[in-house]
């Protein structure tokens, strides 16, 4: 059975301690048990670990770079076991999030209060931007993405899929008409985005085919939030996810118009995240405790 580990152990009190005598007396072994497990390691590595005199002892060149290693090593698996044995709340450490502003503020921020309860030293450092980050550079742990993935060396868990919806306020309809069909569009505010990613173009369906209708309106922005607000406020039309407007639209502050026109109009959401297996494990708690969570919360 291989027992690097205990053997490490060994040796690391062999020379804390000073002696083979006491390393035995603290560990309850034989002073010549002790002599004959170092002599087996160095046996096998092929190098002296120990100078040996009557008075003391003393690291070779290869001692010390075995003790140092060894030391980082042990105090590693002496964590581990630790977290192990005080569960989520050994778990300790910064976890950087990245997502768009509608989609942070509405489904992450609402999970936080409970995933603190349970890992109680973890700090989540969140930035809410509809624009694109680069996890290398941004140093971000986990970023939630909604729309298409370019090609990455990332690790991408799907949570759903967002419908694309067009909206307005009654008090905007009521001044302005309800639209009955894409080409009413012409005669309409449409709110729109300002980055880089963004168009001032609607893909809708029409007739079986989809339509880029080209849109302007009195406002662009850089997140759905902000979009979302000011059709509420009676601005004008906004495309935006379902899970923007559901709450609204469950209080009647925005009516659903033109629903034909962006059926199937859906894109992916995923979180993305460096590292693969090899995830540190307060990554891995927080993507364990929110992935069936936003999975719900995209359900509606």
Known sequence: MDNRAGEM????????????????????????????L????????????LERSTRRLSLTDEGR???????????????IEREVAQGSAGLAGRVRVSSSVGFGQLGIEPLLAGFWAKFPRITIDLSLSDEIVDLYLDRTDVAFRV??????????IRLGSAKRMIVAAPSYLAERGTP????????????????????????????GRIVDR?????LIANNGETVRRMAVAGLGLARIGEFHAREDLRAGRLIEVLPAATEGDTEDVHALFLGGERVPNRVRAFLDFVTPQLRAFLAG
């Open 9 to 36: 152990q060994v040796f690391l009190q062999v020379v804390d301690s000073g002696s083979f005598s006491e390393a035995a007396r603290m560990m309850r072994m034989t002073p010549s048990t002790v002599s004959k």
């Open 38 to 49: 170092i002599g087996r390691v160095e046996e096998r590595l092929g190098v002296r670990l």
């Open 214 to 218: 080209i849109v302007e309106g009195p």
């Open 65 to 79: 770079v075995y003790y140092e290693r060894s030391r980082v090593l042990i105090a590693g698996m002496d964590e």
């Open 180 to 207: 009955a069909g894409i080409d009413d569009l012409a005669d309409h505010a449409c709110l729109g985005f300002n980055f880089r990613r963004a168009n001032a173009v609607w893909p809708l369906r029409d007739s």
């Open 147 to 156: 729309g298409p993935l370019q090609d990455s060396g990332m690790t991408a």
